[in-house]
């Protein structure tokens, strides 16, 4: 079984940043698409930031500027750096990786979510 677990997140005031981690561990042979999805107060779980295995990213246009999405396959690790911190980013942000296990099979695991709140 694959798991993933987050850390990072926190209580910030607007314009400050904060830096998510994410780390998978199992059974797994490769690492291939790795990315930040986001789930606000009222508001559908929505895309932040993704890398693929070839390196390419793509950002959510709310955050385009803002945050940037970072990868360490030696870890297996996915971070997301986040700045200049705006109220509408407040949101439970969820890690997401896709790969292949010892026995090739597929896998795409999410992680338990971490809390980040940005308010005066």
């Known amino acids: 079984q694959v798991r993933l677990v987050e850390s990072g997140g926190g209580l910030v005031q607007p314009g400050g940043s904060l830096r998510l981690s994410c780390s998978a561990s199992g059974s797994i042979f490769r690492v291939n698409a790795m990315g930040w999805y986001r789930q606000g107060p009222g508001k559908e779980r929505e895309l932040v930031a993704a890398?693929?295995?070839?390196?390419?990213?793509n950002y959510g246009d709310s955050v385009k500027g803002r945050f940037t999405i970072s990868r360490d396959n030696a870890k297996n690790t996915v971070y997301l750096q986040m700045n200049n911190l705006k109220p509408e980013d407040t949101a439970v942000y969820f890690c997401?990786?896709?790969?292949?296990?010892?026995?090739?099979?597929?896998?795409?695991?999410w992680g338990q979510g971490t809390q980040v709140t940005v308010s005066s």
């Open positions: 890398v693929t295995g070839g390196g390419s990213t």
């Open positions: 997401s990786v896709e790969g292949l296990t010892y026995t090739r099979a597929t896998f795409g695991s």
